[in-house]
């Protein structure tokens, strides 16, 4: 089975000043150009914010002189960046912070596609893959994505809990990376299935994924009544 995940040609050391545009097939660059089935890029700027905004991770891939590394991160995007944040003794903080070129990827899986031939097989998916150099974020816009970090994760919960004390502030790294260098990739539909293949007797079609919230789990020693935002969980994901 085969599926056309994200890819790109050139090292991920190469820098550029292109800016990711409203051009769905125009590349930002050299390394975001997508070869392998280039009919399903996508690199308008609407696309890479909707991928993004519907994820709650992403992996940042780097490497050091104690080689590669992938790491799964809690990620939110404020305006053309997208911001992670990690304990200030991470590799993730150093590593990252010494201007060490990163990718970022993130991907949606929405199904399995069954083609009448097992080589026909694929995925539906939406994919974005984004190349640069973190910053650190300080001072009150700190603080302030922090607060935008939680609206992310319950919209109004940063309103009611206990917010971060000077010592927990201090002792996070919150980083950011521009999103001016990206692809996306996406694939929808059913099976592209051979001419001689059609008349098989095999099933094709597609098994579909969603994220699906499930009914709020109440910690047992709570005592408050579930806010709006706990009593609609299921309703608005």
């Given at each position: ?142 603080e302030a994505s ?32 521009a999103l001016n ?24 079609g597609v098994l ?30």
């Amino acid at each position: 089975m085969t599926s056309d995940a994200t890819t790109t040609t050139a090292t991920a050391t190469a820098t550029t000043s292109a800016n990711i545009s409203s051009d769905k097939k125009t590349a930002p660059s050299e390394r975001t150009q997508v070869r392998r089935i280039a009919e399903n890029a996508d690199y308008e700027q609407a696309t890479l914010y909707a991928i993004i905004d519907d994820a709650y991770l992403c992996h940042v891939a780097f490497a050091d002189d104690k080689g590669s590394h992938c790491i799964p991160t809690a990620c939110w995007r404020e305006e053309n960046y997208l911001y992670i944040h990690a304990a200030n003794p991470s590799r993730l903080a150093k590593v990252l912070l010494q201007a060490t070129p990163a990718c970022v990827a993130i991907t949606h899986l929405d199904g399995l596609v069954l083609a009448r031939a097992a080589f026909n097989h694929s995925m539906n998916y939406r994919s974005a893959m984004i190349y640069g150099v973190f910053e650190r974020v300080e001072g009150e816009h700190k603080e302030a994505s922090m607060e935008a970090f939680m609206d992310k994760i319950a919209a109004g919960r940063q309103q009611q809990a206990r917010p971060g004390n000077r010592a927990e502030l201090a002792g996070t790294t919150v980083m950011r990376i521009a999103l001016n260098e990206a692809a996306c990739k996406m694939r929808s539909g059913g099976p592209n299935d051979d001419e001689e293949d059609m008349a098989l007797p095999v099933w094709a079609g597609v098994l579909p994924f969603a994220r699906q919230p499930l009914p709020p789990i109440a910690h047992e020693a709570n005592i408050q009544d579930a806010p709006d935002y706990v009593r609609d969980w299921c309703q608005t994901k």
